[in-house]
């Protein structure tokens, strides 16, 4: 009998340290990101995605925090777990959730012939080529759920690249920008949110095998540990970075309008930046070229393409005075687009009302535009640029 109680007591007590190590573990796991979120990854979402609070000790109200006194803070969500699945609010591409739960990276990456081929594109969720001074265009590549190792060759900031990357609460990372740009930096921060090569060297590298202004490269691991350390994203998010576009469910096709079967198109931004996208049946991509060229990614070496292309014209002026000739492009208000997915083309309207807000598309019917899951590219073009298809 003496044995026998001493083997219950032995129980009771391993059962009540089991206890309060799993009460220990579930109060820890409340610093975790996860599934609480209202639409957590889905396409619809409304906020831009907040940490916990800077990492640099400021208080709740920065651009890391959830706004509010320190009395009214969001409750902390439940923990994610590696096997949670999520969609990305990007692209539509369903992937493990936890992936999604910090604010997106956009980089500016040059588009000059010296800078071919470039490093990364093909791993970003979206890419926006948008035209510079001098006739040429740069690249604004987003990336959410996937990790690139190499990115660039960066480049400068232009304002109206401000108008793409704080709707999506991103965080841009450039080699300074252009005087006007550095205003509005200065102007509309703490929402704002910029890694500068030229404040913070660390978060990117120069490389030997190009020459200046050719050679600076980061990449999405530097850009996330340079975005905790300004405290633009603590441990935790409390709310979700809002969808680009309106995607079909994962597994779904999306009920597209009424279109035209196109084998590929033309947009000719200037001779020497002619851009060229055939549709590939086989993988359900647009394949890009430029100047009749494949466009290879240098990391890779895969032809750039996308699921989804739009081509988006928007008024545009040389800046009066500007002795670089810099641009003007009115992205607050509307227009006329042209989108390319699953082997045909669909005139629509986009609509953009103030810096804060995206880009939204509409039907001829006046119905919000639904995309395929997969990548986007968004070709803004000058109202009046050439575009052929065939």
């Known amino acids: 009998m003496k044995g026998s109680r001493r083997g219950w007591l032995v129980a009771g007590l391993a059962v009540a340290c089991l206890a ?8 820890c796991s409340g610093c975790r990101p996860g599934l609480g979120l209202v639409g957590v990854g889905w396409p619809g979402g409304q906020d831009a995605p907040q940490g916990d609070g800077p990492t640099s000790g400021e208080g709740s109200g920065g651009p890391g925090g959830a706004g509010g006194s320190p009395g009214s803070q969001t409750p902390v969500p439940p923990a994610a777990t590696p096997s949670e699945r999520g969609v990305c609010p990007l692209c539509g591409l369903e992937t493990e959730l936890d992936a999604v739960l910090h604010r997106p990276l956009a980089v500016v990456v040059d588009n000059s012939t010296g800078a071919r081929p470039q490093s990364g594109l093909g791993d970003a969720c979206v890419v926006y080529e948008l035209p510079v001074e001098g006739g040429i265009t740069r690249f604004l590549a987003f990336f959410l759920h ?12 232009r304002p109206y690249m401000l108008d793409l990357v704080m709707p999506l609460g991103a965080v841009v990372a450039h080699v300074g920008g252009s005087p006007a740009t550095l205003a509005e930096l200065a102007a509309e ?24 202004p050719y050679n600076c490269f ?74 009749g060229a494949a466009h290879k990614d240098a990391a890779t070496g895969r032809q750039l393409g996308a699921t989804t292309v739009v081509v988006l014209f928007v008024p545009t002026r040389v800046i009066a005075g500007d002795p670089e000739g810099r641009l003007e492009m009115d992205l607050d208000g509307g227009g006329q687009a042209w989108v390319f997915c699953a082997g045909q083309s669909f005139r629509v309207r986009w609509g953009k009302s103030g810096r804060l807000n995206p880009i939204t598309f509409q039907d001829g019917q006046g119905n919000p535009l639904t995309l395929p899951a997969g990548p986007v590219w968004v070709l803004v073009a000058p109202t009046g640029t050439p575009l052929d298809t065939r």
């Open 20 to 27: 309060l190590t799993l009460s220990a573990t579930l109060l």
């Open 146 to 157: 996937a990790d690139a190792a190499t990115i660039g060759p960066v480049r400068s900031l």
């Open 189 to 212: 921060r703490p929402t704002a949110m910029s890694i500068d090569e030229l404040n913070k060297p660390q978060a990117f590298w120069r490389s030997s095998e190009r020459r200046s």
């Open 218 to 291: 980061t990449s999405t691991s530097l850009q996330r540990s340079a975005s905790r350390s300004s405290g633009y994203e603590g441990t935790r998010l409390t709310r979700t970075t809002p969808a680009a576009f309106n995607f079909a469910p994962p597994g779904e096709k999306p009920a597209l309008p009424q279109g035209q079967s196109v084998g590929g198109f033309t947009l000719h931004y200037t001779s020497a930046y002619r851009v060229t996208y055939d549709y590939d049946s086989s993988s359900g991509r647009w394949l890009r070229y430029v100047g």
